[in-house]
């Protein structure tokens, strides 16, 4: 970037503007990757244009890669050496025959990475297939892409040093002149011959939510694989939603959506994932959080959104159960007519799918329950793992036994730890063993049986059982640490702080601080104040046990002022809620209370 930026700065000069103006083309540079012409045409349309500020500078790119910004290249007179539109222009005309034009026209849609498996589906979305790319196979269009690469306007992506079939990335001076050739190719209105522009949205719209989808399915089954293709696409994704909405073609953006949601989740993007969801529920929901008349298959997965947003990320478990209950009852009266069939009757694929919606509606009531502490949780997580089994869905079984476990384990009223191990080891045996983070997550809950069971035995005074059952337990929280995969942030973060609360009832100070640490380090980069801020607690009661143990005046002071700047952290992080986790603020406030007497305070 620094020849870049000595040309930018060049450029500048050339054009009269100060270095301030350049320091804001910073996404620009990003954008023309290097590519000398590219930059000196691309800023030249910026200056003309009277962008200044990097936030002009950032919507004038993003414009550019949706393809919704014209170039006036002031160059073409001069030739392929300083006119980028002249250069392109015989690249195009020398690499492609005229047939094959209509199709790399086609790459206009994609939004910075282009995959062959989009294109050639584009040719058989059934009512809305191309006929461009109708009867093209995967071996045509990649020679095609291969080709395109090979004249410098495809790049072939790769993965851990190995190249991703069928991924490409695009020049940089591409997005603004594939334009061209699509409006060339694909009119406003149909032509006696050829598609039009509409046509092809409409085509690639369907086929991009048909990836999203797959990919969603895949990564819900275990293939951890498929986040790093539905990283690729995330571009592609939000380019079909916000083209689905502005079309009205409603299925297809809730496709869209369940690719972005399981990128978004997996990574910890709350704020993002919430943004999106918020722009689309009045698409699908009435004020009364019915569904709009048209649009009842997407309105339950958009409700499953809202539900996950208002129990997870607001902690509003009021409104979280609300939503959900109605969810159910509506999930519950489309597989009625399914449910009502023999229990060996054979579904077919659209019975199934309607159960194993119910199944998991269903199984996330019961999660909110047990988040409010009912014992009811327990009857509505079995109603969910006989749905599962009544179409054999063992992902969905499997994760409801895990859930049965928690309430076991967590809910003073039905507690059961021998329940729980085994509602555990249920889940366990039914889960897919190729699946890191799933069997992760699997020992891991597995460990906090041994972790409580460790907690029991101590309060009744058997030392040598409660030795046996912390040994268990850290070896199953570093098993998990070990298996757990490195991008999946949130569930890291969680297993860290489990190592940490482990750690604390032991007494290792120094370990639980670095356990909590790491913890807190993972929860903040995903904005979950909730857990970030039940580990800071943990934290000052480690400092505080510390101090206790501490012979040395100055020495238990300073853990005790440790001590009371962790708790003072986690109620902060409590209070960003607004009230809804007020038993924790109250706990925090005690235990503040509490450091400062001992301060002196």
């Not at 910073?26 to 500020?53: E, H, K, M, S």
């Not at 079939?165 to 032509?191: E, K, N, V």
Request: charged fraction near 25%; include cysteine.
């Amino acid at each position: 970037r620094a020849d870049a930026a000595a040309l930018a700065v060049e450029i500048g000069r050339e054009r009269g503007l100060s270095r301030h103006d350049v320091n804001a083309w910073g996404p620009l540079l990003d954008y023309c990757a290097g590519n000398p012409l590219t930059l000196r045409v691309i800023a030249g349309q910026a200056v003309r244009q009277g962008l200044r500020t990097q936030a002009q500078i950032a919507a004038f790119i993003q414009a550019l890669r949706d393809g919704e910004q014209h170039i006036v290249d002031v160059d073409s007179a001069q030739g392929r050496d300083r006119s980028l539109g002249a250069s392109l222009d015989y690249g195009f005309r020398h690499a492609f025959r005229p047939d094959e034009l209509p199709i790399i026209a086609l790459l206009h849609l994609f939004q910075g990475t282009v995959d062959v498996d989009t294109l050639e589906l584009m040719g058989r979305v059934g009512d809305y297939a191309l006929p461009e790319l109708q009867g093209k196979t995967i071996v045509q269009l990649t020679a095609l892409l291969d080709r395109a690469a090979e004249a410098g306007l495809l790049t072939p992506l790769t993965h851990d040093a190995s190249r991703l079939t069928g991924y490409y990335s695009i020049h940089p001076a591409l997005p603004w002149y594939l334009r061209q050739l699509f409006d060339q190719s694909y009119p406003f209105h149909a032509a006696q011959r050829g598609s039009s522009a509409e046509a092809a949205l409409r085509a690639w719209v369907e086929a991009m939510g048909e990836m999203g989808n797959y990919y969603h399915r895949q990564s819900s089954e275990g293939n951890r694989g498929a986040f790093v293709f539905l990283a690729l696409e995330e571009a592609n994704l939000l380019h079909a939603r916000r083209s689905g909405r502005r079309h009205g073609w409603w299925q297809r953006v809730t496709y869209a959506m369940q690719g972005l949601n399981r990128l978004y989740e997996y990574q910890g993007r709350t704020a993002e994932w919430a943004r999106l969801v918020a722009e689309i529920v009045p698409d699908y929901c009435t004020p009364d959080d019915d569904p709009i008349p048209g649009r009842e298959e997407e309105y339950a997965l958009v409700m499953g959104y809202r539900v996950r947003l208002a129990w997870q990320v607001e902690r509003n478990l009021r409104r979280a159960t609300a939503i959900q209950v109605k969810r159910v009852a509506w999930d519950r009266r489309r597989a009625a007519a399914a449910l009502a069939l023999p229990p060996d009757a054979p579904l077919d694929a659209a019975q199934r799918y309607l159960i194993r919606t119910l199944a998991i509606s269903t199984g996330t009531l019961g999660q909110i329950l047990k988040e409010q502490r009912s014992p009811e949780c327990v009857a509505a997580y079995q109603e969910a793992i006989q749905y599962a089994q009544r179409i054999g869905d063992t992902t969905v079984e499997s994760t409801t036994h895990f859930q049965l476990g928690n309430a076991y384990q967590d809910l003073p009223a039905i507690r059961d730890l021998d329940a729980a191990e085994a509602a555990y080891r249920s889940g366990l045996k039914l889960a897919n063993p190729n699946d890191a983070l799933a069997s992760a997550l699997n020992i891991r809950t597995i460990g906090t049986v041994y972790h409580k069971r460790f907690i029991d035995a101590r309060a009744r005074g058997e030392s040598t059982d409660a030795l046996r059952y912390a040994q268990a337990t850290e070896q199953h929280y570093k098993l998990a640490l070990a298996l757990c995969p490195p991008t999946a942030v949130a569930d890291l973060g969680l297993m860290y702080g489990t190592l940490g609360d482990l750690y604390r009832d032991v007494g290792r100070a120094e370990q639980a601080r670095e356990a909590y640490e790491k913890s807190i380090q993972h929860d903040d980069l995903i904005g979950d104040h909730y857990r970030s801020g039940s580990n800071r607690v943990s934290l000052a009661v480690v400092y505080l046990r510390a101090a206790h143990r501490e012979s040395t005046p100055a020495h238990r002071r300073d853990m005790l002022q440790r001590a009371l700047a962790y708790a003072q952290a986690g109620l902060r992080d409590y209070k960003s809620y607004n009230g809804r986790s007020v038993d924790q603020e109250g706990n925090a406030h005690r235990l503040i209370e509490d450091i400062k007497k001992e301060l002196g305070e």
